[in-house]
DNA sequence: GTGCATAATGCGTACAGAGACATAACCCTT
DNA sequence: AAGGGTTATGTCTCTGTACGCATTATGCAC
């Protein structure tokens, strides 16, 4: 059983998670860097709302940056998020699989 | 690029380990069924809150439920929040060794 | 230095959800 | 059928936080 701090750290990193807006940036970052104003173009919301989300995924290592020049070029080097997803997408696809069979037999 | 609905979907299933109160039932039951009543006695939390929880992870299909007379149990089988867990771990463990480092360095 | 880009922060609004209390629904026993 | 114990739901409050606007801070060119 783990300890409350524990569950604590748990919960924290997976509400990072829980947010679709910081999900997309990370999705995008994955893909390569890029700098605060391709994000802005990529995800529609504004400048100050990328660069909170940013801030708290660089906080919990998920997201790294680098100045060029006037620019900050973020990147997301860590594979963790993806791993987390593709079991989470395992898990989607096995309850519609679920699901599909239920009504089939009905 | 994950569509956004999937975007969503990951999300909303990362929202549900976002909460200490839930995370702490699913690692009560992953150690075995258990009752509402000793669900409460064990996190000190209301019925009904309790209730609300389950009910959400039930949903989710992380928890499922049975029968006995009028009481019910509680079970949680699946080992995915379990791989979850291990993954965000090593990944908090790799975060402190590195902070741990950089102090040592300085 | 001044002016001009970009990124970060102060502040306000709005909304979702946690959590508890009260109530209703449910099931068992008699 | 009636009553008692257990679980689910209606409703409320309150806190956290997403999100945008305005402002400030930061770095570059001149």
Known sequence: MPSPQLLEEYSQFFRLLSEPARLQLLCHLQRGPMDVASLIEATGFSQSHISRQ?????????????????????????????????????????????????????
């Open 54 to 106: 940013l801030g708290q995924l660089q906080r919990a290592g998920l997201v790294s940056c680098e100045r060029d020049g006037v620019r900050m070029i973020y990147l997301a080097d860590d594979p963790l998020v993806q791993d987390l997803c593709t079991l989470v997408q395992t898990r989607l696809k096995q309850r519609l699989e679920q699901q599909l069979q239920q009504l089939r037999a009905a």
